[in-house]
């Protein structure tokens, strides 16, 4: 059993940055690979990122050189960097947990968190 408690959403302005953390309990947390989705208003929710318990990274397409997915297994955490923040990544950012290693659809999930929310202004 994992829980997955989210932090770091707020309202930004195009172009600036920001730290998403996703802090996780369990003692088998680095054998999991840790995922970032975010959910739009009327939109399905969508992958983002996602880090495998050995360190590979998996990122969408449109956030590819702008985000930056990573990991720190003594803390239990997992963080995304945002950076060249557009109106269109304004969502819901979720953390999720999956066993496995290449995960990029919501149903691979099992675990998730309440998500925060990241509004940017143009």
């Known amino acids: 059993q994992v829980q997955l408690v989210e932090s770091g959403g707020g309202l930004v302005q195009t172009g600036d940055s920001l730290r998403l953390s996703c802090a996780a309990s369990g003692r088998t947390f680095s054998s999991y690979t840790m995922g970032w989705f975010r959910q739009a208003p009327g939109k399905e929710r969508e992958f983002v990122a996602a880090?495998?318990?050995?360190?590979?990274?998996y990122y969408a397409d449109s956030v590819k050189g702008r985000f930056t997915i990573s990991r720190d297994n003594a803390k239990n955490m997992v963080y995304l960097q945002m950076n060249s923040l557009k109106p269109e990544d304004m969502a819901v950012y979720y953390c999720?947990?999956?066993?496995?290693?290449?995960?990029?659809?919501?149903?691979?999930?099992?675990?998730w968190g309440q998500g925060t929310q990241v509004t940017v202004s143009s």
């Open positions: 999720a947990a999956t066993t496995g290693s290449y995960r990029l659809k919501v149903s691979e999930y099992d675990y």
């Open positions: 880090i495998s318990w050995l360190g590979n990274t």
